[in-house]
């Protein structure tokens, strides 16, 4: 391409060239811009739904402290079970009104559907989902679930904080179930892992006929 010698011809290719390139080059330039502000509003989005669901999540802490507001914890919890199912507020929402069910209304069947709820949901969590499964476990035990209590603590991933929890759960679901031996191996089980519990768990080894050298 000859030299471009003059200021004419200077001006007269930059003219050619936005020609061929000027309707492209705005596109671009507008997806570029699209994509920015596209992704602050959807980042402002979830700050004001995080806002939100801590707000919610502060009222159901509020009505579970009054003790006897059962159902405006209900109501909370499934406010953000429902609105923000993706926070983690929905999951801690429901261990709450888990709790209440099994504490005040004295109801592990609601417990256990709160706290499978809470479960299918806190994959993302690894160590939250050991705490929600004993949590379920417990309440599949009172309500007299045991082969489900069972299967909640044998699907629980391998951790050493929950070991001896999960292994001594098993103890008292077995012993539910009336099976003396299997338990006395569970419990015997925890306390080979270091059970936190060691007075209660020698106790219930105790009740089963083992004494503390076994």
Known sequence: MAELRTEEEQIQAIKDWWKRNGSSLLIGIGAALAIVFGWQGWQNHQAQQRAEAAKEFANLLNAASAGDD???VSFVAQTL????TDSAYAIYGNLVLARQQMMVSDDPEA?????DWALSQASDYPALTNVIRNRLARAQLAAGNHDAAL???DQAGASDAFGPIFSELRGDIQLAKGDRDAARQAYLQAREQGGQNSSILELKLS??????DA
Do not use: C, F, K, P
Not at 81 to 84: E, F, G, L, P, V
Not at 111 to 115: D, N, P, Q
């Open 151 to 153: 299967a909640t603590v």
């Open 207 to 212: 009740d089963l006929g083992v004494g503390g």
């Open 81 to 84: 079970r429902n609105d923000y």
């Open 111 to 115: 417990a256990i559907e709160s706290l």
């Open 70 to 72: 059962q159902e405006t």
